[in-house]
């Protein structure tokens, strides 16, 4: 299964993410896409971190320390391809499972939040000399005049990582019952509840309208 993206942020070149990464203290990512729902060992019921470490690191460069749920890093993957040289950099963003409505505005508003496009200058600033061609590829700089670099829209497409069932990914809209006040921590847990309590009846793989 795949994962669809909808982005506002930045893009930049894998090499010197990993090299910003790798400064901080991080692993860097090598090109590997990052997971995002929770990672389980054979026979162990408990489950590491939903978020990414370097997503994490991302959220405490902002300004006066900002966590904001929605930075996240992204590096795009289609099988059968060659790895991809660039990744994103988010601020805001939509994951789509099959089908959703965007409010634009809303949830992908044109001003980044403070200390966004001072992120975007550091992580650049690790450029070393011969990677001008990198640095020049489509998306790097906006297409119009007048739009901020750091703000700019994406839809990336990443292979073999999943849909992440749980929040913070998902609405509050996605996660609460639409018949009572009960609210889950995932639209699967919220369709058994339904089917259980409320007499619900749907298959049980049945698509949602907006997710």
């Not at 996660?175 to 309590?197: A, G, M, N, T, Y």
Request: charged fraction near 25%.
């Amino acid at each position: 299964m795949g994962l669809t993206t909808i982005l506002r942020g930045f893009k930049v070149p894998v090499a010197v993410l990993d090299r910003f990464f790798e400064a901080n203290g991080l692993i860097p990512t090598y090109g590997y896409p990052p997971t995002y729902d929770p990672v389980f060992l054979p026979g162990d019921d408990k489950a590491f971190a939903t978020q990414d470490p370097h997503s994490a690191f991302l959220r405490t460069k902002l300004a006066d320390n900002t966590h904001n749920q929605n930075t996240l890093f992204f590096i795009p993957n289609r099988e059968g391809t060659a790895m991809s040289t660039h990744a994103y950099v988010s601020y805001a963003y939509v994951m789509v499972f099959c089908q959703r409505q965007i409010d634009v505005a809303g949830e992908l508003p044109d001003k980044p939040p403070p200390g966004f496009a001072e992120l975007r200058s550091e992580i650049l600033g690790f450029a070393t000399e011969g990677e001008e061609g990198l640095l020049q590829v489509a998306g790097m700089q906006p297409a119009g005049g007048g739009q901020d670099p750091a703000s700019m829209l994406f839809i990336v497409v990443t292979d073999e990582r999943g849909y992440p069932w749980k929040g913070p990914f998902l609405r509050k809209s996605d996660r609460c019952c639409d018949q009572c006040p009960e609210e889950f921590d995932s639209w699967i847990s919220l369709r058994e509840h339904r089917k259980e309590v409320h007499g619900v009846i749907g298959k049980e793989t049945a698509r949602p309208d907006d997710l």
